[in-house]
Nanobody
């Protein structure tokens, strides 16, 4: 089981990037796949998640309306289209395979989130830098 994340780079504020996550060793369409990001010294935080079989994806409030997660099952690849990028979006982005077919969203204190502990395989990360 492997996940290969790519597509990171340097972009100006307001710009766009598309991250790709190519899966191998398993059929990604049967699993929920999530994107996480990690700031230096911080824990990984869930950004988006797509469940097997479709349905409404999960987005963190901080990226809702700007990021879009999608799949190309024929290519065994999951994408994260990131638009209107902000300096605070700069981080290392990881894709991960959920242990099951459905994204589980947790709620606490009015916030929603996905938990990294629900994911069992991780890509190597791709760096996104947002700077003018």
């Amino acid at each position: 089981v492997q996940l290969q994340a790519s597509g990171g780079g340097l972009v100006q504020p307001g710009g766009s990037l598309r991250l790709s996550c190519t899966a191998s060793g398993f059929t990604s369409e049967y699993y929920a796949i999530g994107w996480f990001r990690q700031y230096p010294g911080k824990e990984r935080e869930g950004v988006a998640c797509t469940s097997s079989g479709g349905g409404s994806p999960y987005y963190a409030d901080s990226v809702k309306g700007r990021f879009t997660i999608s799949r190309d099952n024929a290519k065994n690849t999951i994408y994260l289209q990131m638009n209107s990028l902000k300096p605070e979006d700069a981080a290392v982005y990881y894709c991960a395979r959920d242990k099951g077919p459905t994204c589980f969203v947790y709620y606490s204190g009015g916030n929603s989130y996905t938990d990294a502990g629900d994911f069992d395989s991780w890509g190597q990360g791709t760096l996104v830098t947002v700077s003018s």
